[in-house]
């Protein structure tokens, strides 16, 4: 979409007013000074947003960089948000229902983005289309399609998108994976993560809209349903929305796979089975998923597995290396000719040499941070410097990982083992698992073809 059409669409639609931006004009998204002010919006005030980027972005006060708006279809919600901010900074922030006046809003130099998977990728082409940099949540898209148009739009319009995979900005997950290439362990011949944690199942709770919400704002891009209040609180695990436990804490261990191999195409082959064994519920995700995937002309099979209830540990993560919240196993195993690697949080690596499983170089930080705060200051350098090879997770890294995930939920629904075009992002000679890579947008809130 154009952003002539945008701003047409904005005019002709039913839209929610938000505030009246009057501040005065963006440094032309800061490339005229190094130091100049980056002023950003947060949208999504969710536990992440509301917590994660906000928090993260106020310590950077004292680089120069300001939390000037935020955006949610919750107005409850977003007054409760910008009385914290006020409190934190001393200002009270600009306030947007709509997300389209916020981006005709020209204040505004770069967007952080926590909304729901299935708001991304439109939210992201817009920005890139209003001239505005974008922080966009994992897993980048909630379809294959949708992520190779982010991408797109990106380099079209040449903005900085940075994806919420933080992984990459440890220091000591970026120590481990040098070693891992400089061959401590020797040849990696097989990669696997997984994602165990406790959760209790949900049930639908439709009834009326709440005062305060913007439901059509809401479902967006989704089809329109009654107001479900589930959806609104755990919309990860319903597909319409999210992309369940694989796209949501697995992304980032496929992620980190892929970063410690060099994955850089798609597979071409995968399969994945599970189901939801534990729970009797309403969410449509499954909680227990195997999957695998195989990339032509490497010797590697990478495989990923969620559970949803009680298990055991794995390679002693979970009790001797225990994740950030302890009841959860997470992490990735790497198996090489002459030993293992493990990642078990967000800031730590052990190694594990020869037959006797001798302890190698290792490093870890007490209470694995999340790294929130290195990641956007890592995109605000590139923000400054408008180079996209400083961002360590460009949207395009974030769309190849991100469609690992698509790939092992669209092996899973069609229960079929599929060949894959990595070169096309399409599969082969399979109709219906193409029909997968992308959704039936509602309309007037379509994923365009053209950005």
């Keep these: 979409m154009h952003p002539s059409h945008r701003r047409d669409f904005l005019k002709t ?18 490339q005229q000074s190094p130091n100049a002010r980056i002023r950003v919006a947060v949208v999504g005030l969710g536990g992440r947003g509301r917590r994660s980027h906000c928090d993260a972005l106020q310590q ?6 300001e939390i000037a708006a935020l955006c949610d279809c919750d107005e409850n919600r977003m007054a409760a948000t910008a009385e914290e901010r006020e409190k934190a900074s001393g200002k009270k922030p600009l306030l947007y229902v709509d997300y389209r006046k916020l981006l005709d809003d020209k204040s505004i130099d770069a967007v952080a983005l926590a909304s729901p998977n299935h708001w991304h990728a439109l939210q992201t082409i817009w920005a890139c289309q209003a001239g505005k940099d974008v922080y966009v949540e994992k897993p980048a898209s909630h379809n294959v399609f949708e992520g190779r148009k982010m991408v797109e739009a990106a380099r079209k319009y040449g903005r900085m998108v940075q994806t919420g995979t933080q992984c990459r900005s440890s220091p000591k997950i970026r120590e481990g994976i040098e070693k891992l290439k400089a061959g401590v362990i020797g040849r990696v011949y097989m990669a696997r993560g997984i994602a165990f944690k406790l959760r209790a199942g949900g049930r639908n709770d439709i009834g009326p809209v709440p005062p305060g919400m913007n439901w059509d704002l809401w479902l967006g891009p ?28 697995g992304v980032h261990q496929l992620d980190i796979i892929r970063w410690g191999l060099d994955l850089e195409t798609h597979p071409t082959r995968v399969q994945s089975m599970g189901g939801s064994l ?39 993560m979970g009790i001797k290396y225990p994740f950030v919240d302890q009841r959860n196993v997470v992490g990735v195993i790497f198996l090489g000719t002459e030993g293992y690697m493990i990642i078990p949080d967000y800031s730590s690596y052990y190694t594990f040499l020869g037959c006797e499983r001798k302890p190698g170089p290792s490093d870890s930080v007490p209470g694995a941070p999340m ?22 997770s460009d949207i395009e890294e974030g769309h190849k990982s991100a469609a690992l995930c698509h790939l092992a939920n669209i092996a899973y629904a069609t229960g079929r083992t599929l060949q894959f075009d990595p070169a096309k992002e399409r599969f082969v000679d399979d109709a219906d698992a193409d029909q997968r890579l992308t959704r039936n947008y509602r309309e007037p809130y379509l994923v365009p073809n053209e950005v």
């Design 222 to 249: 989704a089809q329109q349903a009654p107001y479900n209040k589930l959806a609104v609180h755990r919309w990860r695990f319903l597909k319409d929305y999210g992309n369940g436990e694989i796209g949501d804490q």
């Design 278 to 316: 534990v729970h009797d519920d309403d969410e449509d995700t499954p909680g227990n998923q195997l999957f695998a995937a195989q990339f032509a002309d490497r010797r590697i099979l990478v495989q990923f597995e969620t559970r949803n209830w009680m298990t055991n540990d794995e390679a002693g």
């Design 13 to 30: 639609s039913a839209a929610v007013a938000g505030a009246v931006a009057l501040a005065a004009p963006a440094v032309a998204n800061a």
């Design 371 to 392: 790294m929130d705060v290195d990641q956007f200051q890592n995109w605000i350098k590139a923000v400054r410097n408008r180079n996209a090879a400083d961002l360590y």
């Design 60 to 65: 950077m006060a004292s680089e120069n960089v």
